[in-house]
């Protein structure tokens, strides 16, 4: 097994060993290939979004990852299929094939690959369930979004969600959904990625740290992709704002708010000083979102190197550091 040095913990995977949804199911994002190095994913009919090999094809990442200087990659299912999983009127069986895939490109990699589930969290008694099912799969936890529907992640029907995971030791990695639809008032690009995916990751971090989810449950590791979006920023009027409101103690808001995890992929180099400053140092990740954004593994772990030069990093926070807090998010601090 290959000691890990750099741990990417924001990838995404879809295999074609993934079924065929059937008539009853129709809208279920299903992968297709145009050749061995193209596809798309489909949503019914509509193309979502073209794809190539290293979305599916262990070896391709492992060499993608190999030129990064990448020695393991966790994987969690593409967004669009763990939406479709928690939503109302999917196939039951939907998350545990997507979870499936998942652990088979993990047990391909070598164990170079981490895997993490999605869960069909429409119905919360099939979905602990399915928890318990991806930790046998020797999956390190799951992917869910920054709303499940219309809840936020501190609604109280998810709340049996939650204990399952500080229970078993699950990591959550918490991702924005629909692109960033329906967040601003601004609809479409540059706003939904731009704007819309920060906001709605934003208002997730808050439920976790305000709403009492992390308050409740003192083992959850939770991590927030792109840099926990425009809560770093944000923080300091949520603190004043809950306070004027009365709602809680702010020491414990800002101890709650520095056990979050935070990716480092937040396209400026300089604003990882923030999620230092934010987090604490033991909170950052390395993140590329691979394979959707063109060399992102390869400017992500350069991007490490360029900030401790600018001293937007501390000199010690280099890939040995970001691999031990990525091992911590995981549970295999003890490996």
Not at 46 to 66: A, G, Q, Y
Request: net charge negative; glycine share 10%; hydrophobic share 45%.
């Amino acid at each position: 097994m290959l000691a890990p040095t750099a741990v990417d913990v924001h990838a995404h995977h879809l295999g074609t060993d993934v079924p065929q949804p059937g008539p009853h199911d129709p809208s279920a994002p299903r992968l297709v290939l145009d050749s061995g190095s193209a596809g798309r994913i489909m949503c019914g009919e509509v193309t979502f979004r073209k794809v190539t090999s290293v979305l599916w094809d262990v070896d391709e990442r492992l060499r993608e990852m190999d030129i990064a200087g990448v020695s393991h990659q966790v994987v969690s299912p593409v967004p669009v299929t763990m939406e479709h999983a928690c939503s109302p009127g999917a196939d039951p069986a939907y998350a545990s094939w997507i979870n499936d895939s998942v652990a088979a490109a993990c047990e391909r990699s070598d164990r170079r690959l981490l895997g993490l589930g999605c869960l069909p969290l429409a119905d919360i008694g099939k979905a602990v369930d399915e928890l318990a099912r991806c930790r046998d799969l020797g999956l390190r936890g799951v992917e869910i979004g920054t709303r499940v529907g219309d809840l936020d992640l501190d609604a109280p029907e998810l709340a049996p969600f939650w204990a399952a995971c500080d229970r078993v030791g699950a990591a959550v990695f918490v991702h924005p959904i629909l692109g960033g639809q329906g967040v601003v008032r601004r609809a479409g690009q540059p706003y939904d990625l731009g704007l819309g995916m920060l906001a709605d990751t934003a208002i997730a971090a808050s439920s976790l740290v305000f709403g009492g989810v992390l308050e409740r449950h003192p083992n959850l590791r939770v991590a927030l992709a792109h840099g926990c979006g425009a809560f770093p920023w944000a923080y300091p009027r949520l603190r004043v704002a809950a306070d004027l409101g009365g709602a809680g103690d702010p020491d414990l808001w800002d101890a709650l708010t520095r056990r979050l995890y935070a990716d480092t992929l937040v396209f400026d180099d300089e604003h990882l000083r923030l999620l230092v400053h934010r987090f604490g140092a033991d909170r950052l990740l390395l993140g590329s979102d691979a394979p959707f954004f063109p060399d992102q593994l390869a400017k992500s772990m350069r991007s490490v190197e360029v900030a401790r030069e600018s001293g937007a990093l501390p000199a010690d926070l280099g890939h040995e550091r970001l691999c031990r807090n990525a091992l911590e998010f995981l549970g295999l601090d003890d490996a």
